[in-house]
């Protein structure tokens, strides 16, 4: 059974860093793309960031551009989500996802449970 598990959210002070992972297990070699979104209360669910995992292409959301970074460690089937200069607009839930790929159609997309994240004023 494949599964994603994020790890690595707490409380920060504003100008802080923090590095989330997303650990995977089962089966992955399908995956084709990984990344994160958020949601902080009383908003919608927002894109963070994605990376393809061949290659290794990235994709930022506007707020977070030159302050995030995303990367994977395949051998480790993980992505991390590294977090500096964080704002208190960043308060919310992360939740990590896959993409899993045949060919070039998208058939699933998995998402692990969240981590919570406070950035303090």
């Known amino acids: 059974q494949v599964q994603l598990v994020e790890s690595g959210g707490g409380l920060v002070q504003a100008g802080g860093s923090l590095r989330l992972s997303c650990v995977t297990s089962?089966?992955?070699?399908?995956?084709?793309?990984m990344g994160w979104f958020r949601q902080a209360p009383g908003k919608e669910r927002e894109f963070v960031a994605s990376?393809?995992?061949?290659?290794?292409?990235?994709y930022y959301a506007d707020s977070v551009k030159g302050r995030f970074t995303i990367s994977s460690d395949n051998a480790k089937n993980t992505v991390y989500l590294q977090m500096n200069n964080l704002k208190p607009e960043d308060t919310a839930v992360y939740y990590c996802?896959?993409?899993?790929?045949?060919?070039?159609?998208?058939?699933?997309?998995?998402w692990g449970q969240g981590t919570q994240v406070t950035v303090s004023s």
């Open positions: 089962g089966r992955t070699s399908s995956f084709h793309t």
């Open positions: 990376i393809r995992l061949n290659g290794g292409t990235t």
């Open positions: 996802y896959a993409e899993v790929w045949v060919r070039r159609t998208l058939m699933r997309t998995f």
